[in-house]
């Protein structure tokens, strides 16, 4: 995965979480399985080892991208 802003080759890591991992239009007490608020966004998939995300970082640009259509479904490294 290429950075967007310098085009450098970005690093795969990972999000990890005990729960889920969702994106909101608003910073809000989650309820208990996040993913059951009305506009929540799942990020990622779990298995064995827990829920995680995939997450490409740029440590020169200080910017991590998640790419939701390509990977973060299919990765369980
Ligand atoms: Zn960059």
């Known amino acids: 995965m290429k950075c967007p802003y310098c085009g450098k080759e970005m690093e795969k890591g990972y999000i990890h979480s005990r729960d889920c991992v969702v994106w909101r239009t ?11 608020a009305a506009d929540a966004v799942d990020l990622g998939t779990s298995d064995a080892a827990g829920h995680f995300v995939v997450v490409y970082r740029c440590a020169d ?14 990765d369980s490294d």
């Open 61 to 74: 640009c200080k910017k991590f991208l998640i790419d939701t259509e390509n990977g973060n479904h299919t």
């Open 26 to 36: 608003k910073k809000s007490v989650l309820p208990a399985l996040g993913i059951l």
